[in-house]
């Protein structure tokens, strides 16, 4: 089969073909139709993350935004079947025994294993994933427009949960892009009332058309303007910047809660003087659970939540990487095969 290969971290992937894998016990084998681009792609292909670097297997198969067909299962799996359509997120394996599995969290399970890091991911033409983890994937949507939806969606989505904003409440969403695109259509399906804050007019106009209720560049004072609005509730940061984080905090609402969702590499200021004054909770969301994907499936179904995405052949993932450090694309890029 094709597949883009990093054989070395730092360096491009290799386009090549390689052994179709076949699916063991437990296992089934998936026809990859779509696969998302992922920040994440880029750091791990970079060795950015010193928590990963040491986990990553080489050579690997990156990508974890994988939707395709089953095209084969291996002995004793009954569900998911060939020709079923299934998912493959972040979370590959869980073990379904530790603590944090049998308490419902499974994105920190301590034997986890990450599509696209520790084992093969969606960068090909097939992959692999245990029957358990191959999420069913509903009929009515377009697995191109499904597969960024299994990282960046759920990831959003799971935050919008965990930041505990509920129907009514304001909430401000800091980086419109792959993620915060996002994130404002999920808020609003749950009737949040959504702002969103950028440096970039062009995404502002974006979110604007997404439904933000409102729009402010981050050069603006925007923790006055947000106080005049009695601050919100919620304030999700999906730019991985280090002030992003400072001036959410200062537009929380007494009680309000800052959603940690943008990987800034430096760390951010935060005064434990204002943080007790105003009873503010900062709270932190890893990718969601398997559960988590089926509801936020669920409100796709209902509600016009879509990822903007560039279809794109495996053969540009090098080039893709390119365009994604400069950040020159909007939306999402979505590899078919
Ligand atoms: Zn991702
Ligand atoms: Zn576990």
């Not at 951010?268 to 089926?294: M, N, P, W, Y």
Request: with cysteine; charged share 20%.
């Amino acid at each position: 089969m094709k597949a883009a290969v990093l054989h070395e971290i730092g360096k491009p992937l290799v386009i090549e073909e390689v052994p179709t894998p076949q699916p063991g016990p437990g296992q089934v084998l998936i026809r990859v139709e779509a696969c998302g681009v992922c920040h994440s792609d880029l750091h791990l292909a970079g060795g950015d993350w010193d928590l990963l670097r040491g986990a990553t297997k080489i050579p690997l198969i990156l990508g974890h935004e994988a939707a395709g067909h089953v095209a084969a299962v291996g002995e004793g799996v009954t569900t998911p079947k060939v020709g079923d359509r299934v998912g493959v997120p972040w979370i590959h394996y869980t073990c379904g025994e530790c603590e944090f599995c049998k308490e419902g969290k499974e994105e920190l399970c301590l034997k986890q294993k990450v599509t696209g890091c520790m084992v093969d991911g969606g960068f090909a033409e097939y992959m692999l994933a245990p029957a358990t983890h191959a999420a069913p994937l509903p009929a009515s949507l377009d697995l191109a427009e499904i597969a960024p939806q299994l990282c960046a969606g759920l990831t959003v989505y799971k935050a919008i949960k965990a930041a505990g904003v509920t129907a009514g409440q304001r909430m401000a969403v800091f980086g419109a892009g792959g993620l915060g695109h996002l994130a404002i259509q999920i808020a609003k399906a749950m009737g949040v009332q959504v702002g969103a804050i950028d440096i970039a007019d062009d995404k502002l106009e974006f979110a604007k058309s997404l439904g933000a209720e409102w729009t402010m560049n981050a050069a603006e004072p925007v923790h006055k303007k947000l106080r005049t609005m009695g601050g919100v509730h919620v304030a999700m940061v999906c730019a991985a910047s280090a002030p992003a984080y400072e001036t959410a905090l200062r537009c929380l609402r007494r009680g309000g809660t800052m959603a940690v969702v943008g990987m800034a590499n430096e760390p951010f200021k935060v005064s434990a003087v204002s943080l007790i004054s105003t009873e503010a909770h900062i709270v932190a969301s890893a990718v969601g659970t398997r559960a988590d994907l089926q509801e936020l499936f669920a409100l796709m179904e209902k509600h016009p939540i879509k990822c903007k995405i560039e279809r794109r052949p495996l053969d540009d993932v090098n080039q893709i990487f390119d365009e994604m450090t400069r950040g020159a694309i909007l939306g999402r890029i979505v590899l078919t095969m």
